[in-house]
């Protein structure tokens, strides 16, 4: 009796070791290389990037100059690449997780291409490996993935770390909520202040400031406790110590009333930028065209795209668009109020 239990447990140490050995010879096929400069026709270098898809810096960068990756892409396929978003905006766990999910279902999709997966959000991206690796557990599955080795060895610890994972991405997400709801608690008491108490604010903060001349600025300035607050825009006036919010941290002008606006010809506009200019949507450009001669300075509010926006909407989530070139135009003093109405101008093709 005592010789057949120590043979069973001799076979379950067998068979342990049998799987072991299993195990590791599939990780080491599915190794992606410490260092690639080169490619196979059908392997693709996934990598890491910020979500403007600005590729500057890291394998980014060297997907852009080797790997037919494309400035300005912040995801999905380009030449013999593939970008995931790791870092940038607001950008956290839970769209890393989403953006990865892509990507598996992408790689599931082609299976006559091999995926060289690098170390994502784990170098400039900030995060741990134990935050990411566990994201890749349904890509591990597919023979055309090959995942860094710090990857494997933490999907090998099982679910346990997969638990500590999606406990991350919970409390990032409760963090981001609380952060947004105590950033506008906080912006509400900007947009609350009166002009005078909102320029003692300003000017004791370090803003970036444009010079318009005659003691005008336009300013912005990045709090990190007020969510989105470098989209906030002011215009400050030294000689009356007064500073005014032209552009909210939602990238609104709610300041321009109906009656700043001259409505002839408003019907005929497409219906999505008619809604941008009822939202107070700026969705691209707003600002001042020049300095301030004579106490006014002109203001355009760009609400359709002129094509250098194009671009951008292919990547960023908007549609491609081929709409006219639509802005308005009006004219303010150095108290922020219109004594020439916007007007909405149309580029003559």
């Keep these: 009796m005592k010789e057949f239990l120590n043979r069973l447990i001799a076979l379950h140490k067998s068979g342990e070791k049998m799987q072991e050995t299993t195990l590791l010879k599939t990780n080491e096929e599915n190794v992606t290389p410490e260092w690639i400069d ?44 593939y970008a995931i978003p790791t870092i940038g905006g607001t950008i956290g766990l839970n769209e890393i997780r989403k953006s990865v999910d892509i990507f598996t279902k992408y790689a599931a999709e082609h299976p006559e291409l091999h995926f060289l997966v690098t170390p ?36 090998d610890k099982g679910y346990i770390a997969e638990v500590k994972q999606k406990l991350a991405v919970v409390c990032d997400a409760l963090l981001d909520v609380v952060s947004e709801f105590f950033g506008e608690l906080r912006f509400m008491r900007l947009k609350m202040m009166s002009p005078n108490r909102l320029y003692r604010e300003l000017i004791s903060r370090d803003c970036n400031t444009i010079s318009l001349s005659e003691q005008m600025e336009w300013a912005d300035f990045y709090d990190a406790a007020i969510t989105g607050s470098w989209r906030a825009e002011y215009l400050i006036n030294h000689s009356t110590k007064c500073a005014y919010m032209v552009l909210d941290n939602k990238k609104r002008v709610r300041w321009v009333k109906d009656i700043d606006i001259d409505w002839n010809g408003f019907q005929e506009l497409p219906k999505d930028v ?76």
């Design 120 to 155: 994502i959000g784990c170098g400039g991206g900030c995060c741990e490996v134990w935050e990411i690796a566990p994201m890749f557990r349904k890509a591990s599955k597919l023979t055309n993935v090959s995942l860094p080795q710090e990857f494997w060895i933490e999907l």
């Design 274 to 349: 008619q809604k941008r200019v009822c939202r107070r949507e700026c969705k691209y450009t707003f600002g001042t065209i020049g300095e301030y001669k004579d106490g006014v300075t002109k203001i355009i509010w760009q609400i359709s795209p002129d094509g250098r926006y194009y671009y951008l909407d292919k990547y960023y989530g908007g549609k491609t668009t081929n709409e006219k070139n639509i802005w308005l135009q009006g004219v303010i003093d150095t108290h922020c109020r219109f004594v020439e109405k916007l007007q909405i101008l149309i580029k003559k093709d």
């Design 38 to 81: 080169t490619l196979q026709e059908n392997e693709i270098f996934v990598f890491g990037c910020r979500n403007s898809g600005r590729h500057l810096d890291g394998a980014s960068n060297f997907a852009l100059k080797h790997f037919g990756a494309v400035m300005g892409q912040r995801e999905g396929r380009q030449g013999q690449s």
